[in-house]
């Protein structure tokens, strides 16, 4: 009786650490967004799970520069490269991570 109540307890542990993990801890499918007069897509590409980044539509009546931001699990994250978006222009920012990274676990994006 003693080993079944450890191990009842051991499995409610184990269901309190699973719910309080943050939803972003997995890396979720590619995401909409509009946020400062962008619309963003986000992306992990197919054949290399390290290699991700943002396209941006820019919505307003002036230029937007921004980055991605790209959180890389076990290793450094990673700050894509730097563009402007002129009012109704797409444009991509993207980054690589680590090839020791656990891998991509969120990709967002910075105005600048």
């Known amino acids: ?12 542990a184990l269901v309190a650490l699973t719910t309080a ?10 995401a909409e967004s509009v946020r400062s007069g962008l619309d963003c897509t986000t992306w992990i590409h197919n054949n290399d799970p390290l290699y991700g980044g943002v396209d941006c539509t820019n919505n ?12 890389c699990g076990w290793a ?3 700050t894509g490269n730097s563009v402007t978006a ?9 980054g690589h ?4 990274s ?11």
């Open 1 to 12: 009786m003693k080993n079944r109540a450890v191990v009842l307890s051991a499995a409610a």
């Open 21 to 30: 993990l943050p939803a972003s801890a997995a890396p979720a499918p590619a």
């Open 60 to 71: 307003t009546g002036g230029p937007i520069t921004f980055h991605a931001d790209i959180v």
């Open 76 to 78: 450094p994250d990673v």
């Open 86 to 94: 002129w009012p109704g222009q797409t444009q991509e920012s993207s």
């Open 97 to 100: 991570c680590a090839i020791y």
């Open 102 to 112: 656990s891998g991509i676990g969120h990709i967002g994006w910075t105005v600048e």
